[in-house]
């Protein structure tokens, strides 16, 4: 899909999309068409529940006196409440709409929303941003595709004052939905197909962005003493990658300032190991790699709007799997940091690639700050469920810009408790830690982050547990069903807020 930007003007063909507010009222553009067609709009609100809220449509076909092939009407509520993830919404809900209706384009008429221009012109950018984050399908594996249900939509443009400001607000929304798509992509991509040597590789593509990309294969690795990220690889026929990607973006003074360090937990498929899963629903830990996804996502959006900030990404790759030669429950690994791990459970196993992937990138980077992403535990899915990423962390300032970053992309974090009475569940009596606390079922995800916490070496961290946002079951208007890419928008926020420019 191709987006444009125009000044207002009345489109000769396709389709037309015009906002009504709040209990009908209508945009000015809207009250034009409305006299061109001599009352069209005014008839076709009286019959229907049309309300002009958010997510209320509203088609006109073949509107007599102008050439366009339909009206679409879209709500957008009352304008001062109106939010960026709003016009998100619209702008995916309508492509929706058009797809199903047959449309080939549209022109969006975005009226003057406030007195101010740089509002209406950011408002046209976010419905484009809404509308190119919908439009996102993963269809590589469909041979039998049926012509008449596919999407028809091929342009979209933007009709707006000021509309050069709002194209250069887009390139940048743009470069940010690529990173978005290529997070999707992988996580959707099923593990015989995507494993840590061909997630690597599609690591080393974003070289040409301008990414610097080392690969670690198992023999550098064994060198650097990284026993429990090779100890859950070690099961598999497919071999573990440590793959480090560093964009350099920062200029001037700020070149040879400390990077922002971005760690993901990259295991290409969770069988359990020896401590294996259920049969049921086990197909879903293909996307157990989507920390990861969201580390390379996010490393592909910035260097695409070339953000001027040094920032370093950690993924650790495994296959997690059960074999004769896999790690068995009770066994003893040494990690990079020297500490010693009981692995009394092998499913437990997207912490032992964290230990060592996160001890690797404070102690060779000395970063400014580490987050880490993982779908980490099944248990912050019964807390928050799918409306939340589990946040925790050794630094409030980090975690509350989180926190605001998220609020404003539309990605939410919770932060959860860490305290040393979680801490104690993970001492084992035989060596330095163990991989499971010893209180069951409670406060798994916790537990998880506080063993993660003995890797950071006290560098300001948060860890984000997004085993309930990464894969999405239902279809929503700007994240379709599967990989969602979360993470991407919200970390990419976190930068531009905070750390660039500055
Ligand atoms: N990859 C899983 C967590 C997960 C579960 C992600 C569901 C996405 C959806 C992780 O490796 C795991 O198996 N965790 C265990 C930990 C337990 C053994 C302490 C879990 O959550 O049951
Ligand atoms: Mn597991
Ligand atoms: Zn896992």
Not at 44 to 56: D, Q, T, V
Not at 123 to 130: F, L, P, Q, T, V
Not at 365 to 385: Q, S
Request: aromatic content about 6%.
């Amino acid at each position: 899909m191709k987006f444009a930007f125009s000044e207002i003007s009345l489109p000769k063909r396709g389709s037309l999309a015009l906002a009504v507010f709040a209990d009908n009222e209508l945009s000015p553009t809207a009250k034009d068409v409305d006299k061109i067609t001599k009352g069209a709009i005014t008839r076709a609100l009286g019959s229907s529940r049309f309300k002009g809220k958010i997510g209320n449509f509203l088609e006109i076909l073949a509107p007599v006196g102008l050439e366009v092939s339909r009206i679409v009407l879209f709500g957008l509520g009352e304008v001062e409440k109106l939010s960026q993830t709003d016009l998100e919404t619209v702008g995916g809900s309508l492509v929706k709409k058009l797809n199903s209706a047959g449309a080939r384009s549209v022109t969006v008429i975005v009226d003057e929303l406030a007195t101010d221009d740089i509002r209406t012109s950011d408002a046209a950018a976010a419905i484009a941003m809404g509308a190119m984050l919908g439009s996102y399908r993963f269809q590589k594996y469909k041979t039998d595709i049926d012509e008449t249900s596919e999407p028809t939509l091929v342009r979209m443009t933007l009709s707006c004052k000021s509309s050069a400001v709002a194209r250069k607000a887009f390139a940048d929304m743009e470069a940010i939905v690529e990173g978005v798509f290529l997070t999707r992509d992988l996580v959707s991509e099923p593990a015989n197909s995507l494993y840590p040597e061909s997630f690597a590789e599609r690591c080393l593509e974003l070289t040409s962005l301008g990414i610097e990309v080392e690969v670690l294969d198992e023999a550098k690795m064994q060198r650097l003493g990284m026993g429990a990220l090779l100890g859950v690889g070690q099961g598999s026929t497919r071999d573990s990658r440590l793959v480090i990607m560093q964009w350099n973006g920062a200029t001037g003074k700020k070149a040879s300032r400390k990077p922002l360090a971005f760690v993901g937990k990259g295991v290409c498929f969770d069988t359990g190991g020896i401590s294996l899963k259920p049969a049921a629903g086990m197909e879903q830990m293909k996307w157990d790699m989507g920390g990861a996804g969201t580390v390379t996502g996010l490393m592909k959006a910035l260097a695409g709007r070339k953000a001027k900030i040094n920032v370093v990404g950690v993924i650790g790759c495994v296959e997690n799997m059960p074999d004769g030669n896999a790690m068995r429950p009770g066994d003893i690994v040494t990690s990079m940091s020297g500490q010693t791990i009981e692995v009394l459970n092998t499913d437990a196993e997207g912490r032992l690639v964290l230990a060592d992937a996160l001890w690797y990138t404070q102690d060779r980077f000395k970063p400014e700050f580490m987050v880490n992403l993982a779908t980490l535990t099944g248990a912050i899915i019964v807390t928050l469920g799918h409306e939340n990423a589990g946040m925790f962390g050794n630094n409030d300032e980090l975690a509350e810009r989180i926190f605001a970053a998220g609020k404003e992309v539309g990605e939410g974090v919770w932060r959860l408790p860490m305290s040393d009475a979680y801490a104690k569940q993970i001492k084992s009596p035989i060596a330095d830690l163990q991989n499971i606390g010893t209180g069951g079922r409670g406060a798994g995800s916790i537990v998880a982050a506080e063993f993660l916490a003995k890797f950071v070496n006290d560098v300001p961290w948060v860890h984000l547990d997004i085993a309930g946002m990464a894969w999405s079951s239902t279809d929503k208007p700007t994240v379709p069903k599967g990989g969602t890419g979360y993470g991407v928008r919200l970390l990419d926020r976190l930068v531009h807020d905070h750390y660039e420019g500055k």
